[in-house]
């Protein structure tokens, strides 16, 4: 069983995305400094994301990632051809097979990206079903690319939690204004 990661890039007052997330812009207006690191050199995407599209064999979203990013993926997903699961309570008329909309909320949709995603590692995406995951006691792994900026506003991806959490650093690394930090979360 693979484990469940959130794996994010992250400004430093916290945020995910930029103001104005909006379908077309999924990470708002300027959100793409989130992400430059990993386009302006492409070893270091290489050594942090480690594999990424072979290690990962499923991705759970909530509906408002995917509606504001699906233009962007162009037809696919964001990583591929990686099966993406999105926890929704109004899935759409129609999309890509590669989409399974669950309506009955995170364990189900836990339970069917098990199911496709072996012993490969499961991907969470957007802010809300990350925070649910760590709330239920359901993330294995965080790993933040911290961004050498401030957003001042924008989507959070640590905003509230209804216990602490307590984390076990495994790894830290720096390039390019970037710190790369992982965490286990401690059970």
Known sequence: MGNVVIDMSMSLDGYIAAPNDVPGQGLG?????????????????????????ENTGAV??????????????????????????????????????????????????????RDVAGDKRIGLMGADVPRQFLAAGLVDEIRIHLVDVLLGGGRRLFDEFPHRIELEQTGLYEAGGVAHVAYRVVR
Request: glycine share 16%; with cysteine; proline share 9%.
């Open 60 to 113: 759970i979203m909530g509906r408002r990632t995917y509606g504001n990013s699906i233009p962007e993926w162009g037809g696919g997903g964001p990583i591929g051809d990686v099966p993406c699961f999105v926890v929704t309570h109004d899935p759409p008329d129609s999309a890509s097979p590669l989409f399974t909309f669950v309506t009955d909320g995170i364990q189900s949709a836990l339970a069917k990206a």
């Open 29 to 53: 207006e300027g959100g793409m400094r989130l992400h430059n690191w990993g386009f302006d050199n492409p070893g270091v995407f290489e050594r942090v994301f480690d594999g990424l599209i």
